[in-house]
């Protein structure tokens, strides 16, 4: 069953086209690797999901629920951490993720829960401002794991993470479907992070899905191909290169 | 509950504060003007609180809508300077709800500081116009009349503060808006109703060009239609985002 589905979901700016008759099926319970050079469109299909942004073409499902109509109700599935982490300077951890707790509804242990998952539990006293690169990308993470929502969307969760907290929330990105149910969106740069994280992959270049599946049917799609597929850096830049080739759009 | 939470998105800014600062400032403006010159009002005939007001106003007016720019920039640059908005809009919260809630907060602490100074008023008029009488219901008329000609200008600063991520534009804008609607000649009406300049008016003055119902019906409805432009421009700002 798909969790989230796209029909021909196209975004344009004037006359800039960032993403381009996008069909994609994100199966529930599995971790969903979003793979695409810088300016790809991989943000404006994760700000189009999250309704920051109005598609100017096609439309999405997600749980079975459309955009724009259901607009409340799909936020209330969905934990999001998009481009870079979103808080409050002037409050501390803790009083960022009250405030998400309080508008969601949830619990009061909720807060502390999520600040143990992400390891922000001693810092929960310190203002956001204060935090290092590191902690404000974990505070931005926990703010999306609050509630443990069925759906995550994840935009390079581990920029500015040291590599111990890399594997951390590789880790647990990694344990969400088992452990909550949770279907995940992740886009990141790292490849091989994507590799050791992802069940199913899509890779998008200039707003166009090139590929869609498993690891194991992009490799044996790449084979087919005449593409490297020692490692899915080599296989991903060589697609990215061959679309480029071939005019990109 | 989004009152709550927006009180306490404003915690360490300064906002607060702030306003209360003003509100001192705009107090102690009649009290010094009395101090240096008591004699020049004092010889004066008519109701104490109008010769007061009269005196004072256009400087407590102009304070009062200093701190309503500044405090609406605060607003704003709290949501944008860390991308606080960004995580609101994906929340399932309207973001139309987050910013009436911001006008309200503003409306209420404007109210506080619009009663301390016509307490600091009443408090001058029993000090130096001993004998001549102060009724306690003008009073009450003043400071609502004073409170409610203010309120379109807090809309349209929050509209303003929340159209610019950048703060140092808002806050530009502002004070061009809060110097250049006071040295516009103040006997036009359709100036006198603009935000920015109706707050200048004062009870007495608009009871004599009997004005008061045309300003206690028009601001209300001026208030709420600027509101509009804001739900407009938070629907466009989707499309073009």
């Not at chain 1, 707790?101 to 619990?107: A, F, I, R, T």
């Not at chain 1, 951390?168 to 091989?192: K, N």
């Not at chain 2, 960004?86 to 006008?103: E, H, N, Y």
């Not at chain 2, 907060?105 to 009488?133: K, Q, S």
Request: charged share 15%.
């Amino acid at each position: 069953m798909n969790m989230i589905e796209t029909r021909n979901l196209t975004k344009t700016y004037g006359d800039f086209t960032a993403v381009s008759h996008l069909n994609m099926h994100i199966q529930k319970r599995r971790v969903y690797g979003f793979l695409g050079p810088n300016g790809a469109g991989k943000s404006t299909t994760m700000k189009m999901f999250l309704g920051l942004t109005r598609p100017t073409e096609g439309q999405f499902y997600i749980d079975g629920k459309t955009y724009p109509k259901d607009r409340m109700s799909i936020l209330k599935e969905i934990g999001s951490f998009i481009e870079s982490p979103a808080f409050y300077g002037n409050l501390t951890g803790e009083e960022n993720l009250e405030i998400i707790q309080k508008l969601l509804g949830l619990p009061k242990g909720s807060v502390s829960d999520a600040l143990e998952l992400v390891g922000l539990g001693p810092f929960r006293k310190r203002l956001a401002k204060k935090y290092s690169l590191g902690m404000k990308q974990r505070l931005g993470l926990a703010g999306a794991l609050i509630g443990h929502p069925p759906i995550l969307l994840l935009d390079e969760p581990t920029n500015g993470l040291d590599p111990a907290g890399i594997h951390e929330i590789r880790t647990l990105i990694r344990s969400l479907p088992r452990q909550y149910d949770c279907t995940v969106l992740v886009s990141s740069h790292l490849l091989p992070e994507v590799e050791l994280m992802a069940d199913d992959i899509g890779i998008l270049n200039h707003g166009r899905l090139l590929f869609e599946g498993t690891l194991d049917d992009l490799k044996a799609s790449a084979r087919n191909a005449g593409f490297p597929t020692d490692n899915l850096e080599d296989t991903f830049l060589a697609m990215i290169d061959a679309d480029n080739q071939r005019g990109g759009r | 509950m989004t009152l709550s939470l927006e009180i306490k998105k404003l915690k360490r800014t300064g906002y607060f504060p702030a306003f209360i600062g003003a509100g001192f400032i705009a107090s102690a403006f009649p009290v010094i003007n009395m101090l240096a010159r008591a004699q020049t009002f004092t010889a004066l005939s008519g109701d104490p609180l109008t010769i007061l007001m009269d005196a004072n106003w256009q400087m407590m007016a102009m304070i009062n809508i200093l701190i309503c720019v500044c405090g609406s920039c605060i607003m704003y640059h709290t949501e944008y300077a860390d991308n606080g908005l960004q995580k609101m809009d994906v929340l399932p919260v309207r973001s139309g709800a987050l910013f009436i809630t911001k006008f309200v907060i503003t409306a209420l602490i404007l109210a506080i500081i619009i009663v301390m100074e016509t307490a600091v008023l009443a408090g001058c008029a029993l000090h130096w116009f001993p004998g001549r009488g102060l009724s306690l219901w003008e009073l009450l008329k003043t400071a609502g009349f004073q409170w409610l000609i203010t309120l379109p200008t807090v809309m349209m600063m929050l509209v303003i503060a929340s159209a610019w991520k950048n703060m140092w534009i808002s806050l530009g804008i502002g004070v061009i808006l809060v110097f250049a609607l006071s040295i516009l000649p103040q006997d036009l009406l359709i100036l006198n109703l603009c935000p920015f300049s109706s707050p200048y008016q004062t009870y007495a003055m608009a009871v004599q060009n009997d004005r008061v119902s045309l300003f206690l019906i028009l601001c209300p409805v001026e208030t709420p239609g600027l509101g509009l432009l804001e739900m407009f421009y938070q629907k466009i700002r989707r499309c073009v985002q």
